[in-house]
Each structure stands twice: as structure tokens, then as C-alpha cells.
């Protein structure tokens, strides 16, 4: 059972919009700015997409983009394109024991 | 740019000790955190934990009594062990770099399968 909870899929039609949860604590989500969205291809390694829970790294589309209110952080990708059918997982800081926790991940499929 | 690259036996025997590599090209080693990560097929990622290019390192609790981190800056490499193995340890081993919390580049990944 993974530290964070996010939903098992989403799915949404080319040029939709789609938003992925990402379920905390105070002890992680809630309580640090320091959450990450990473995008899978099947048999890639994964890619970061989302730091420090707004920030996107030079490259990713602006399509991108991420948010939090209390313990959820969320992922939300405008106008869906075809490359974006992924999984995508979230990690958070939790502090200076457990360090770092990654949600279970969430298939995104475009219709 | 930065990339990272895996290496190591893809078997090891069960109660033996998981070996990795991770070099580190196009940068330095130094001012950063560098991370490994694992992925059992059809799951989801697990941060195993960081080093420091100082040596400074930090395991995830769940894994800390079996898990051993180091850096040899004279190489741009860093290593992970993972001793006392079993069937549940198999997976797909990721490095990657970290300046704070996020994980970025990573490397493509190693297979390492625990069996007899």
C-alpha cells in the first residue's frame, strides 16, 4: 500500500482536460511544498513533469500544470493529446525520517 | 546534458547481496543528491534512498537495516547494496539526480531478478 493515494486511472478524449489526485497527510502533501508529478511510458523511465507542487522543468509543455490544497495535491494536463497516455505518480518530502513517498500511480488513458 | 546509467548483475541468489552502479556522465557528481529507486513489474516506484557527493546518506526506513549507499567522486559514480535478498526485491532499479526533492534526470533502468 503506497503512502500516497491516487486514483487507479483517469481517462478523458483528445483535447479534454483531466485532473489526477494525489491523497496525503499533513506529515507529507500537506506539510511541505515539495511535491513531484513524474510521467511513465510503458517501458520508460519515468519523467519529471511537475517540482515544488507548481513548478514545470524547461521543456514540459504548459499544458502541465500542478496545485495542492491541504493534504491533495493534484495534476492537471489541458487539451489531452495522444502522447500524453501514461501513468503518472506523485511523490512527496515527508519529512526527515521517511524522506521520500510516491503515490501508487494513476493510468492516464486518452481516448 | 546529465544522464545516468545502471549497472550490475540482472541475477542475484536469493540471501546474497544486490550489487548497482549508477555513472554518472555530462556533469559532475558534486553539489547534488543522487538517488536510486526501484519499480517491481506492473507496480509502483519505491525511493530506496540518497547519497550525498560528501557521503551523506539517507535510506527509507522500510528498507535502512539491508541497505548501503556510497560515492566515488573520482569515478562520477555511486553505488547501492542491498543485502539479504529475496523474491521481493526483484525489480527494475532506477538512478537518478535530486538539487531538493524532485527527481531529474533519471537513468533508463536495470532488471534485477532474485532467484536460484
Redesign the interface.
Known sequence: QSALTQPRSVSGSPGQSVTISCTGTSSDVGGYNYVSWYQQHPGKAPKLMIYEVTKRPSGVPDRFSGSKSGNTASLTILGLQAEDEADYYCSSYAGSYTFEVFGGGTKLTVL | QVQLQESGPGLVKPSETLSLTCTVSGGSISGYYW?WIRQPAGK????I??IYASGSA????SLKSRVTMSVDTSKNQFSLKVNSVTAADTAVY?CARSD??????????TLVTVSS
Do not use: A, D, H, V
Open positions: 538517488n509502483g516506484l519505491e525511493w534512498g540518497r539517507y535510506y527509507n526506513p532506477y531538493r526533492w524532485e527527481l531529474e534526470p533519471w537513468g533508463q533502468g
